[in-house]
T-cell receptor, first 115, second 115 residues
C-alpha cells in the first residue's frame, strides 16, 4: 500500500519570503512523485515530477523539490513567494499494479501569500 | 489547443436520477481517469482506463460506472446518485508510453450537487 501525507493543511507566508510545503510518502515500490497546483476554480496543473533521474527536481514558476529517500520526503520549496503563488498544492505518488497505474493524492496544502 | 473538456461544469440533481458527466480529450492519450475532490481529502481516484475497452476501479468506485468505447471519451455515469456523491469531479488524461511518470492533464472540473 502507499500513502501521501501533507504535513500542513494551511501555510501562510509574506510576499518575498521562502515557501516550504511538506510532503511525506510511503510506498512499497520506488515511487514516482509529483506536485500539482490548483488555483481557485481551476483544474490541476503539474508543477514538477520526480522520476529517479535526479533527487533535486526543478519545476515551473521557480519551485523545486528534493527527494530524500532516507526521510521518505518530497518537500516543495520556493526561495521567494509571489502573490500569484496563492493556491492549493497537492503531493501525489504513483503506484504500479501490474501494468496499471494509480495515483494517490495528499490532502492538499492551502498556501496564502500576504502582501 | 490540447485540452480535456468536461460537461456539464455545474449540475444540481435529485437523489436517484441517473446522470452522466462527459469527458473528452483531444491529445490521443491512452490513459484516462476520474477523480473526486472533497475538502480535506484531496483527490481520490474513482475509475481509470488504460486504453479503449480497458477500465479498472480506483480507490472509491462504489456508485459509479464508466465506459471507454472511444479513445477520446471517458464518461462517468451515476446510475442512482445519492447526496454523498456531492463533490467536485475531475477527469484527467495522459499518454501511456513511459509508464507512471507522465503528467496528468486535468479537465476544469464538474461541481455536482445531489439533493
Amino acid at each position: 500500500a502507499q500513502s501521501v501525507t501533507q504535513l500542513d493543511s494551511h501555510v501562510s507566508v509574506s510576499e518575498g519570503t521562502p515557501v516550504l510545503l511538506r510532503c511525506n510518502y510511503s510506498s512499497s515500490y520506488s515511487p514516482s512523485l509529483f506536485w500539482y497546483v490548483q488555483h481557485p476554480n481551476k483544474g490541476l496543473q503539474l508543477l514538477l515530477k520526480y522520476t529517479s533521474a535526479a533527487t533535486l527536481v526543478k519545476g515551473i514558476n521557480g519551485f523545486e523539490a528534493e527527494f530524500k529517500k532516507s526521510e521518505t520526503s518530497f518537500h516543495l520549496t520556493k526561495p521567494s513567494a509571489h502573490m500569484s503563488d496563492a493556491a492549493e498544492y497537492f503531493c501525489v505518488v504513483t503506484r504500479l499494479s501490474g501494468s496499471a497505474r494509480q495515483l494517490t493524492f495528499g490532502s492538499g496544502t492551502q498556501l496564502t501569500v500576504l502582501p | 489547443e490540447a485540452q480535456v473538456t468536461q460537461n456539464p461544469r455545474y449540475l444540481i440533481t435529485v437523489t436517484g436520477k441517473k446522470l452522466t458527466v462527459t469527458c473528452s480529450q483531444n491529445m490521443n492519450h491512452e490513459y484516462m481517469s476520474w477523480y473526486r475532490q472533497d475538502p480535506g481529502l484531496g483527490l481520490r481516484q474513482i475509475y481509470y482506463s488504460m486504453n479503449v475497452e480497458v477500465t479498472d476501479k480506483g480507490d472509491v468506485p462504489e456508485g459509479y460506472k464508466v465506459s471507454r468505447k472511444e479513445k477520446r471519451n471517458f464518461p462517468l455515469i451515476l446510475e442512482s446518485p445519492s447526496p454523498n456523491q456531492t463533490s467536485l469531479y475531475f477527469c484527467a488524461s495522459s499518454p501511456r508510453g513511459t509508464g507512471p511518470y507522465n503528467e496528468q492533464f486535468f479537465g476544469p472540473g464538474t461541481r455536482l450537487t445531489v439533493l
